[in-house]
């Protein structure tokens, strides 16, 4: 398999139309299976080599899952040669979800909130590259969902930076939400929703986007990989209906699933819950997925 995921016959294929066809066939969108962050000092316990030295914990932990979402840029700035380390510290092909500022998704009026969109955006994330993955944009949870203020934050989020696309998932966190006109808008604006489970949000699996985003939030503190065998097992078999254009009828909903549609790309992390699991529960998944791990350091 070559880089992005694509197979050696899309590459040799001749003219482009031909090539695309066939490669719809043969390529799958990559199913990325990670955790929220990489300094936590009780990983240092559950997950880090003993000896390991405290600057190479990203290095080390992007050898053991896909993707890591960046949850320190919420609170506050980093500056662009902080991301540029950050891809220069992880391997070829992993991926970056970035945390968007919390001074931009925590107002009352979220259309008023345009300059500091403007700031993250152009905070140094392009220096992630090709390793920029979604941008999260995690709504404080009494805010209640209004169509006009949503839409006027939703037309303000650029489709690119520095010529690098952006992709956007919403993760919101009110009850409010959960209403065929807030998956119309989300739709209109082809930004993906979050898919939580969680026992403190609101839960509902409807796609909006053209990926999909999932936070896995009940990780056991008893149970060796967080979740219990069978629990994972299940939570690979819906990432893969969702990698295959399905959408899983077993989880909650607001509308009734559609018809299957195109190949998705899945992130989905263990976050929150009984943290110190989360690097266990991630590695497990990837394991039932079938994942190689990069060359070790």
């Known amino acids: 398999m070559l880089a992005g995921g694509l197979q050696p016959s899309c590459v040799k294929m001749g003219p482009v139309a ?7 066939l ?15 000092a009780p990983w240092r316990e559950t997950f880090y080599p003993e000896k390991l030295p405290a600057s190479k914990e990203l290095a080390w932990a992007s050898r053991q899952v896909s993707m890591i979402e960046i949850n320190s840029t919420f609170y506050g700035s980093q500056k662009p040669s902080t991301f540029a380390k950050w891809r220069n510290d992880t391997p070829e092909n992993f991926v970056f979800s970035v945390k968007a500022s919390r001074y931009a998704t925590t107002r009352r009026v979220l259309a008023e909130s345009g300059d500091s969109v403007h700031r993250f955006i152009h905070s140094g ?10 941008l999260v944009w995690q709504f404080a949870d009494t805010k209640v969902f ?11 989020l650029p489709t690119e930076v520095d010529g690098l696309p952006l992709r956007h998932v919403l ?11 807030y998956l119309a808008l989300a739709r209109e604006h082809s930004v993906a929703t ?6 403190d949000y609101p839960v509902f699996a409807d796609l909006t986007g053209p990926f999909v985003y999932a936070r896995l939030m009940r990780t056991q503190p008893t149970l060796k990989a967080g979740y219990a065998p069978k629990a994972l097992d299940a ?4 990432a893969q209906r969702w990698q295959a254009g399905g959408e899983p009828a077993d989880l909650p909903r607001v509308e009734p699933p559609g018809k299957a549609g195109r190949p998705r790309e899945v992130f989905m992390l263990f976050i929150a819950g009984a943290k110190e699991k989360a690097p266990l529960a991630a590695q497990a998944l990837l394991q039932r997925l079938g ?3 990069p060359p070790p350091l």
């Open 235 to 238: 939570w690979a078999e819906v």
């Open 194 to 199: 979050v898919f939580a489970d969680s026992d």
């Open 26 to 40: 043969v390529n799958k969108p990559p199913i990325r299976v990670g955790i929220g962050g990489w300094n936590y």
């Open 125 to 134: 994330i392009a220096e992630l590259g090709p390793k920029l993955g979604p």
């Open 18 to 24: 031909n090539f695309l066809a066939r490669c719809l």
């Open 291 to 293: 994942w190689e791990p």
């Open 171 to 181: 993760d919101v966190r009110h009850p409010s939400f959960a209403v065929p006109e």
């Open 146 to 156: 209004d169509a006009a203020d949503l839409a006027a934050f939703l037309d303000m």
